[in-house]
């Protein structure tokens, strides 16, 4: 029977161990832009130990997202995302993200609007 601590495999990925650190919306974006505070928080998680570092529900519409969240809706995001990604490996986690559509905010806010 595998132990919590024992590497798993998810597809072509190995994770050191079976410990997921959940996904958290920080509120540290802006504009959709990952920014040095969530560089720095998500620095904090990957050293806790977790194998798996899951980042929080991100955006894939700009009109479909209930609150500020981190942008996937285009590229321009890409580069962020990428520096992200890299912090959370030099922690010796792996990455993986949510992608968020709330469609219920987006006709919120088309209500709203008329
Ligand atoms: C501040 C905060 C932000 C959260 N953001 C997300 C999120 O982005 N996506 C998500 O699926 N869950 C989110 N959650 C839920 C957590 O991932 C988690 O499921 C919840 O805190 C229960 O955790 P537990 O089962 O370890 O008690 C958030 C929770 C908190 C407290």
């Not at 798996?52 to 995001?77: T, Y």
Request: aromatic letters at 6%; glycine letters at 10%; proline letters at 5%.
């Amino acid at each position: 029977m595998p132990n919590v601590f024992d590497p798993i495999k998810i597809g072509l990925m190995e994770v050191k161990n079976r410990i997921v650190a959940g996904p958290m919306m920080s509120n540290t974006d802006i504009d959709g832009y990952v920014t040095q505070n969530t560089l720095d928080l998500y620095d904090e998680r990957a050293a806790g130990g977790a194998g798996l570092v899951h980042v929080e529900a991100c955006a894939v519409r700009k009109d479909g997202r209930p609150f500020d969240q981190i942008g996937l809706w285009h590229d321009r995001f890409l580069p962020g995302l990428r520096h992200l990604a890299e912090v959370i490996h030099r922690g010796g986690a792996k990455a993986s993200i949510q992608n968020a559509n709330t469609p219920a905010a987006s006709s919120f806010s088309h209500c709203v609007a008329r």
